[in-house]
């Protein structure tokens, strides 16, 4: 018989139970403003209300499919608004899950960052941030962070990447809060694994995001058989990497036996800070690219063609989200 989940976890406006879910997207976003967006003054900006209401249709749209839950992965760094977050939660009753922590050198707070390191080391000040999101909240808000957030880039991780992460890790220890992660081209998630778990992350407690980024099924097995999470997060968005290599790999991921690590989303954006595409580039991602019903509709049906079960399928929204969250540990993977 299975015991009811008592794991309490932060949301935007309060809390939940990792049974209390549901059907979950691990890895959507509300609103993204990338560092600087505040210069472009020419740009008009989005009153409180018009986000308010494009994410409120979004959250009906997924309501409408059965979903009940998401994960907003957004750093401090990279225009999080937990308060838009609230406001939506509390006009839906969706359960909206924030983060803590920071991006990757190339577009996060770096400068600010670098600066303070000329004077001491910032593991710890970054940590303490982290630990004091999770546990008290984020600035005068209330609202807790309910994980942690990190991200590496191209090629090799950086001294400042590792030093995220390594904050990333001592925050985790000390609050036991999961750890989700941006990876660029499906790259660079081992080097994040091991550095986490050799700084004492549980492997499970780790999601390695965008790993379809890439269809080398050794990657993926490898990651698998390190005992993390690896989130296919980014379906519809076909112009960074082929929709039909994400299914041929989640599938053949699935048929490998790694069905039970394995969770799905978008990194959809509903609201922009600024423009950061000039005009007319967004609309050459397609009409698929950032929505995030996207999966129900149009992936779904391709692993069954591809022979995935519903109760597969099922599990990757519904099982694999709350298994994550409780920190129920990974069965050895062969």
Same mark, same amino acid.
């Given at each position: ?67 009940? #839950? &998401?994960? =907003?992965?957004?750093?401090?760094? !990279? ?5 838009? *977050? ?100 499906? #790259? &660079?998630? =081992?080097?994040?694994?091991?550095? !986490? ?5 549980? *492997? ?131």
């Amino acid at each position: 018989m299975t015991t009811p989940s008592t794991t309490t976890i932060a949301t935007a406006d309060g809390e939940t139970s990792a049974d209390r879910l549901g059907r979950t997207l691990m890895h959507e976003h509300l609103v993204i403003g990338y560092p600087g967006w505040e210069s472009h003054t020419s740009v008009p900006k989005a009153s409180a209300e018009d986000e308010i209401a494009i994410c409120v249709d979004r959250i009906q749209e997924l309501q409408d499919l059965g979903y009940s #839950s &998401l994960l =907003d992965p957004c750093p401090n760094d !990279l225009g999080r608004d937990v308060e838009l *977050a609230a406001k939506v939660a509390q006009k839906t009753g969706f359960q909206i899950i924030l983060a803590t922590g920071l991006y990757k050198q190339a577009e996060g707070g770096v400068p600010y960052w670098h600066f303070r390191s000329n004077f001491a080391p910032q593991v710890d000040p970054m940590a303490e941030l982290f630990i004091a999101e999770l546990t008290e909240g984020i600035g005068e808000s209330g609202i807790k962070a309910g994980i942690i957030k990190v991200a590496t880039g191209i090629g090799e991780i950086s001294e400042y990447e590792r030093t995220i992460l390594l904050a990333a890790a001592k925050a985790s220890a000390e609050t036991g809060a999961p750890i989700t992660t941006h990876t660029d081209d499906g #790259s &660079l998630g =081992d080097h994040q694994q091991r550095i !986490l778990t050799e700084a004492g992350v549980p *492997a499970h407690r780790i999601i390695i995001g965008h790993s379809c980024g890439t269809d080398d099924h050794d990657y993926h097995m490898g990651l698998a058989r390190g005992g993390s999470y690896l989130g296919f997060d980014r379906f519809g968005i076909d112009a960074i990497f082929p929709d039909e290599k994400r299914v041929s790999s989640l599938a053949k991921m699935i048929r490998a036996g790694a069905g039970d690590r394995l969770v799905v989303s978008h990194d959809s954006v509903w609201c922009w800070k600024g423009q950061p595409f000039p005009p007319g580039v967004l609309e050459n991602f397609g009409g698929d690219a950032f929505d995030p019903t996207f999966f129900e509709r149009k992936i779904i049906p391709k692993l069954r063609d591809a022979g995935i079960s519903a109760e597969e399928i099922e599990r990757l929204v519904v099982d694999n989200p709350r298994r994550f969250f409780e920190g129920e540990k990974l069965a050895t993977l062969a």
